[in-house]
């Protein structure tokens, strides 16, 4: 299981994603990936970050912004994370 936040340096929109799955108390299992340095990732998600992503073994899942803090805990719950 993993959670991806991807994002780049200077956005001030993923600043605010990251700071909702803080308060949701799941940033500990968040890794941030920067878009900036890997062109696919960059194609994919250059004008919709941040992008919280899910991964497990069987699916991906992902949350696209704008969200809010309800849409992200149900999001998570729907994950069974938090």
Known sequence: M????????????CEQAYALLAEAGVSEQVDVVDIAFDDN???RYGVTIPVVSFYDNESVSE?????????LALWL????IN
Request: charged share 15%; net charge negative; proline share 4%.
């Open 41 to 43: 990732l960059f194609s």
């Open 77 to 80: 719950k729907s994950h069974g």
């Open 2 to 13: 993993s959670i991806i936040l991807y994002s780049t340096e200077g956005c001030h929109l």
């Open 63 to 71: 949350l696209s912004w704008p969200f809010d803090a309800a849409e």
